[in-house]
Each structure stands twice: as C-alpha cells, then as structure tokens.
C-alpha cells in the first residue's frame, strides 16, 4: 500500500485525514513495524497535516550520535545533512536542548547561526521549527518543519506537530527496549546454554578417565586455556565429539 | 490500573525470603501473589534442555521431575507451544495428551496446572509452573496478576547475566547439585553406551521410567557411581 498516496488521495477532508494519521502511528507500537517507514510516514503527516513545505527527522541511536532518519524532500535531506555536518542549526540545536527551536525568519538569523542561514536559504526555506522527540527526560532528537515563507507557527500546528513527534517517539523508545530486553535474553541464554554443556562435558570426562566431576572439570579448564580455547566452546567439541583430549574411547563407544 | 498491581508485584518479588536465590524467591512470590498452591520454575537452554528447576514443595519439585522425566505434561506444552497451558481441572484431562502424567500428578494431590512460558520475543527462557490441589480456573483477575507476574519476573531474571557469569560467559549463579547431575549424568551415559548426547538423555529418561524412579535420582547415583548403563551385548 502506498501510503503517500493516501495522504492527499482520499478524500476524507482534513480531520479524516488527521485521525487516520494518528491511528497509523499508534498502530506501529502495536504491530511489529518498521522504524524507517515509521519516520517516513511521519516526516509526510507534517506536510500534509501541518502544512510544512518540507520536513526531516533527526534521530540519535543508543550511543548519542546524531543521524538523519527522514526527509519528505531532497532539500529537507540537504539542510539536515548541513546542520549534522556543520553541528549548527536550529534542529541541531534542538536535538541537544530537548526544548522547540523556531526561527520564523532565516534571513534574520546570520547571527545566531552564519552558515546555516545562508545554506537555508539557498535551498528556498525562509523559516524552520524544530521540535523535540522527547518522553519525559529523555531527548532521541528533532522533527524539523521547512517553510518556504517566512513566519511563525499557528499554535494548532505547532500542537499539532508535536503530538505526532510525541506518538512516534513512544514507538521508538518502546521498539528500542524490546531490542535491548532481547540481548539480554539471547545472552542469558547463551550464559545457560554454556553451562548445560560444560556440565555435560565433564560427565564425558569423568566417565573417560574415572576422575570425579571437580578433577574432570579443571582438567578440562586447564587443556582448554594451553590451547587458548574459550571454555564453553572446548565443552561443546568435547560433546559433539570432535574432541576428546587425547583419551582413549571406553569400550561402549567402539 | 496495571501500573498499580506491577509495583504491588515488584514489592512482593523484592521482599521475599530475602538472601534467596532469585529462582526461589520467584517461586514464593508467586504462591503469595496467585491464587496457587505451589509454583514451580524451570530455565531451560535453546536445545531444550534444562538447566535450573526450583520448586516452593516437594509437590512442585515432582511435578517438575515428573515432566522431566516423561518428556510431557503442560510445561513442556507450554514451552513447545510458546503460550500458556490451562488446565483447571487435571482429572478430565485425556489420557493421550500426556501419556504417564495425569495419574501421578493427581496421586501427588494435584488438581489444577497453569503452565506459562518465560518468553522475550522469539527466545524462551523456560516456563513458570503454577500448580493447585483444588479444581477450578484463573478468573480474570488472577490471569491479569499472572501476566503481570510473569513480565515481572522476567525482566527480574534478565538482569542476572552479567553478575551472574564468570570470565568464560558460563552461568554460575543460582546452580544447584540437582541441576547439574542431570547433564553431568547425560555425559556420563554418552560414553557408557557409545551413543550421541541427545540419545543419552533420552536413554536416561527411558532408564529412570523403567525403573520407577525421578530422572535427578537416577543422574545423582550415576554421578556418585552407584550406577552404570551398560550397551546392549
């Protein structure tokens, strides 16, 4: 489904429109969804329901670096890109506050940021807002509003924009901490994995050399670290049988 | 509404039998928090195998025994499945769902198993047994405590991995004599009749059934050498 399409195509008048924006992105925290298509679709509802000429989603990952995760035009992508390059700009500037940054007249802003406002300008916007992805404390960057006329934001649209950005970042920040709860299952898995091996490696051992389960295990440890192997991985050889410490098969395993 | 009863759950997890191991704590929060008679929980590695099982009683401690050594019953299920197993009255159970355990289970004054699964995402942890020796289902509020409870101690039990490893990446918390025979014994058995592990443990499955006693008896006699399998002549 082409959801741009939908966007302007439908029909449904404003308001339709606005609910069934608010629906998409709520069900994205649902469902499983795609963080891309997710930004992009967001970066769209602010042109068409805002009235923005263009838009761009700054996005930090998990390490604090700044990245751009959308853009409605390929002049919304050249300022961004600018403003990461230069670590200058009002959505720059937004992403480290956390707080709205709105400059309603490029033109007077050469003071506040030189080579911003002239690479702006070049590319047709006069204005730019920047709103904060914030929950709560915490700030993963900037949902940036481009107008190709000077002015400033009506308060339904600046309200308005920032309910989508507040809708978007809880289904980030949730996709994130499922990501996060998933690494730490996979290595607590691993974690119980290796030991079931390692215990049953030092039944092979102890069964192998007639030694208790505490000598089968130091020996064990002991082979394993002179040939520089990591242990749960020796463990496991010994199981699947790849290895067997130089010992002699018993006579049930001929 | 569920903020309010996850901090209730929180506060329970956390208060006790402090100086526990986390897996007995679960346990007792949950008889404590749940309209249950005992709990049971197992953790479990990818190949299925177990690793850890805790249980509030000797009640619980069999039904966890009984699984294992039968291969089936509602935490199995639940496992398998990937989603919880009701069963709120264990006597109308049909004998073919798991063959071998509905008697015992009732010999040992069970009525009623609730099975849910340790899950996060795709990987299972392992499964929560709740158990109760008398009939009747989880209403809906006690289903609610019991989701909430199982996100809870999940997330509790995620938190261990780093404290809980040693240099090499390998679990060493919570590990008891119990856990560890029963693996230590499969090796043992893997050598003994020359067979491949996963054929071991069902040989030590197939040999403690036979003989009428609990898989964790058998691995423990044959780790102390009491025991030996010997290969068919």
Same mark, same amino acid.
């Given at each position: 489904?082409?959801?741009?399409?939908?966007?302007?195509?439908?029909?449904?008048?404003?308001?339709?429109?606005?609910?069934? /924006?608010?629906?998409?992105?709520?069900?994205?925290?649902?469902?499983? #969804?795609?963080?891309?298509?997710?930004?992009?679709?967001?970066?769209?509802?602010?042109?068409? %329901?805002?009235?923005?000429?263009?838009?761009?989603?700054?996005?930090?990952?998990?390490?604090?670096?700044?990245?751009?995760?959308?853009?409605?035009?390929?002049?919304?992508?050249?300022?961004?890109?600018?403003?990461?390059?230069?670590?200058?700009?009002?959505?720059?500037?937004?992403?480290?506050?956390?707080?709205?940054?709105?400059?309603?007249?490029?033109?007077?802003?050469?003071?506040?940021?030189?080579?911003?406002? =002239?690479? &702006?300008?070049?590319?047709? #916007?006069?204005?730019?807002?920047?709103?904060? %992805?914030?929950?709560?404390?915490?700030?993963?960057?900037?949902?940036?509003?481009?107008?190709?006329?000077?002015?400033?934001?009506?308060?339904?649209?600046?309200?308005?924009?920032?309910?989508?950005?507040?809708?978007?970042?809880?289904?980030?920040?949730?996709?994130?901490?499922?990501?996060?709860?998933? %690494?730490? /299952?996979?290595?607590?898995?691993?974690?119980?994995?290796?030991?079931?091996?390692?215990?049953? =490696?030092?039944?092979?051992?102890?069964?192998?050399?007639? %030694?208790?389960?505490?000598?089968?295990?130091?020996?064990?440890?002991?082979?394993?670290?002179?040939?520089?192997?990591?242990?749960?991985? #020796?463990?496991?050889?010994?199981?699947?049988?790849?290895?067997?410490?130089? @010992?002699?098969?018993?006579?049930?395993?001929? | 509404?569920? =903020?309010?009863?996850?901090?209730?759950?929180?506060?329970?997890?956390?208060?006790?039998? &402090?100086?526990?191991?986390?897996?007995?704590?679960?346990?007792?929060?949950?008889?404590?928090?749940?309209?249950?008679? *005992?709990?049971?929980?197992?953790? @479990?590695?990818?190949?299925?195998?177990?690793?850890?099982?805790?249980?509030?009683?000797?009640?619980?401690?069999?039904?966890?025994?009984?699984?294992?050594?039968?291969?089936?019953?509602?935490? &199995?299920?639940?496992?398998?499945?990937?989603?919880?197993?009701?069963?709120?009255?264990? /006597?109308?159970?049909?004998? *073919?769902?798991?063959?071998?355990?509905?008697?015992?289970?009732?010999?040992?004054?069970?009525?009623?198993?609730?099975?849910?699964?340790?899950?996060?995402?795709?990987?299972?942890?392992?499964?929560?047994?709740?158990?109760?020796?008398?009939?009747?289902?989880?209403?809906?509020?006690?289903?609610?405590?019991?989701?909430?409870?199982?996100?809870?101690?999940?997330?509790?039990?995620?938190?261990?991995?780093?404290?809980?490893?040693?240099?090499?990446?390998?679990?060493?918390?919570? @590990?008891?004599?119990?856990?560890?025979?029963?693996?230590? /014994?499969?090796?043992?058995?893997?050598?003994?009749?020359?067979?491949?592990?996963?054929?071991?443990?069902?040989?030590?499955?197939?040999?403690?059934?036979?003989?009428?006693?609990?898989?964790?008896?058998?691995?423990?006699?044959?780790?102390?050498?009491?025991?030996?399998?010997?290969?068919?002549?």
């Amino acid at each position: 489904m082409d959801d741009r399409t939908q966007l302007t195509d439908d029909g449904a008048g404003r308001e339709g429109r606005l609910a069934a /924006a608010f629906v998409t992105l709520a069900d994205t925290m649902v469902d499983e #969804f795609d963080m891309i298509d997710l930004l992009a679709l967001l970066a769209d509802y602010c042109v068409d %329901l805002v009235g923005s000429t263009a838009s761009g989603i700054l996005l930090m990952d998990q390490r604090g670096a700044l990245g751009i995760a959308a853009a409605s035009s390929a002049a919304a992508r050249v300022v961004e890109l600018f403003e990461l390059q230069q670590e200058q700009g009002p959505c720059y500037d937004c992403c480290r506050t956390g707080t709205a940054i709105s400059e309603p007249d490029i033109a007077r802003a050469s003071a506040r940021w030189p080579e911003f406002s =002239a690479r &702006v300008a070049e590319v047709g #916007f006069a204005a730019v807002h920047a709103l904060p %992805l914030r929950l709560r404390g915490q700030v993963i960057g900037a949902l940036n509003l481009f107008h190709a006329e000077p002015g400033r934001l009506r308060p339904t649209q600046a309200a308005l924009a920032q309910a989508l950005a507040d809708v978007a970042t809880i289904g980030i920040l949730q996709e994130r901490a499922l990501r996060e709860r998933e %690494l730490l /299952a996979e290595q607590l898995q691993t974690a119980l994995n290796s030991r079931i091996v390692v215990e049953q =490696a030092k039944g092979i051992i102890a069964e192998r050399t007639g %030694l208790d389960t505490d000598a089968a295990f130091t020996l064990m440890r002991t082979t394993a670290r002179s040939r520089q192997r990591r242990l749960a991985e #020796f463990a496991r050889d010994i199981v699947q049988g790849i290895e067997d410490l130089g @010992m002699q098969p018993s006579p049930g395993e001929r | 509404m569920t =903020a309010a009863r996850q901090a209730r759950i929180l506060a329970l997890l956390a208060s006790v039998d &402090v100086g526990q191991p986390l897996p007995h704590r679960v346990c007792t929060a949950a008889v404590a928090a749940l309209p249950v008679s *005992g709990a049971g929980l197992r953790l @479990m590695g990818t190949s299925g195998h177990q690793i850890l099982v805790h249980g509030t009683d000797s009640t619980a401690r069999q039904l966890e025994d009984l699984q294992l050594t039968l291969g089936v019953g509602p935490c &199995v299920e639940s496992v398998r499945r990937g989603g919880p197993v009701l069963v709120p009255d264990l /006597a109308r159970q049909s004998a *073919g769902r798991w063959p071998g355990f509905v008697e015992p289970a009732l010999g040992a004054g069970v009525r009623a198993i609730f099975a849910f699964p340790l899950q996060i995402g795709a990987i299972g942890l392992g499964v929560l047994d709740l158990y109760r020796n008398s009939i009747g289902g989880l209403n809906d509020d006690a289903m609610t405590d019991a989701l909430i409870f199982l996100d809870v101690v999940t997330l509790a039990l995620l938190d261990t991995p780093v404290a809980g490893t040693d240099g090499d990446g390998i679990l060493t918390t919570w @590990m008891g004599d119990a856990d560890t025979a029963v693996h230590q /014994a499969t090796g043992m058995i893997m050598v003994q009749l020359g067979v491949p592990i996963d054929q071991a443990m069902l040989r030590l499955r197939a040999y403690a059934f036979a003989h009428d006693r609990t898989i964790t008896a058998t691995a423990r006699d044959l780790v102390a050498r009491r025991l030996r399998l010997e290969p068919e002549p």
